[in-house]
């Protein structure tokens, strides 16, 4: 199956630093990418949904200036946490779905990322 | 936005015993996928089952589209089946709360 590369995993930063996180799909184009968040023992919440080329289309409650997404090709897309703090501590995933008709309706994920912050 | 009900919330087997999950739908779906989720947070895609029924290994899953719910089957329980289970749907995709299984040897 597809294969969807996150990084990094794991994540410790001090409060107010940045933090970048890359999502690559492997070996398919992916049209469209979704970041989601999760809190121990929760489902997965949308955050944004991000098309290349595109500006992402945020999710409301999301503060689009602290979790920056930038969709740069076909196959990356980046979430920046900005100006970190404590509350943003959790578990960020990313999905892809690709643009190829075999891969266009399934969503690949990504390991995920686990943020603490200090 | 469409409403994702998933039955059991929880669910303690012993190794070998059968199950089966539920997810319901609010409104019509497409996209719709069966997840688990292992101890380390990794989502692995199980099925993409927009309607009809599907079989891989000692899983399988069924969804009656026309009446908005999916179920998955699990046989011959292992201790390595121990995860969550998510299903989600729509063209943006939305999660159900999960189920939470846990297999016992």
């Known amino acids: 199956g597809a294969v969807v590369s996150q990084h990094p995993s794991w994540v410790i930063c001090k409060s107010g630093t940045s933090v970048k996180i890359e999502c690559r799909s492997l070996?398919?184009?992916?049209?469209?990418m979704f970041w989601y968040r999760q809190f121990p023992k929760q489902s997965l919440m949308l955050m944004a949904t991000?098309?290349?080329?595109?500006?992402?289309?945020?999710e409301q409650g999301v503060e689009k200036d602290k979790f920056l997404i930038n969709h740069a090709s076909l196959t990356l897309s980046t979430l920046t946490v900005t100006s970190a703090h404590p509350e943003d501590s959790s578990f960020y995933i990313c999905?892809?779905?690709?643009?190829?008709?075999?891969?266009?309706?399934?969503?690949?994920f990504g390991a995920g990322t686990r943020l603490s912050v200090l | 936005g469409i409403q994702v009900e998933q039955s059991p919330p929880d669910l303690i087997l012993q190794e070998g015993a059968n199950s089966t999950l539920r997810c319901n739908f609010s409104?019509?779906?497409?996209?719709l996928q069966w997840f688990h989720q292992n101890p380390w947070g990794q989502l692995i895609n199980l099925f993409y089952?927009?309607?009809g029924t599907k079989q891989n290994g000692r899983l399988s899953a069924t969804t009656v589209a026309t009446e908005r719910y999916s179920l998955l089957y699990i046989s011959s329980s292992q201790t390595t089946d121990s995860g969550v289970y998510f299903c989600?749907?729509?063209?943006?995709?939305?999660f159900g709360r999960g189920t939470s299984l846990i297999v016992h040897p």
């Open positions: 989600a749907g729509g063209d943006i995709p939305t």
């Open positions: 999905s892809a779905r690709g643009k190829t008709t075999g891969s266009r309706n399934i969503q690949y």
């Open positions: 991000s098309n290349e080329g595109s500006k992402a289309t945020y």
């Open positions: 070996d398919f184009q992916a049209t469209t």
């Open positions: 089952i927009p309607s």
């Open positions: 409104d019509s779906v497409n996209n």
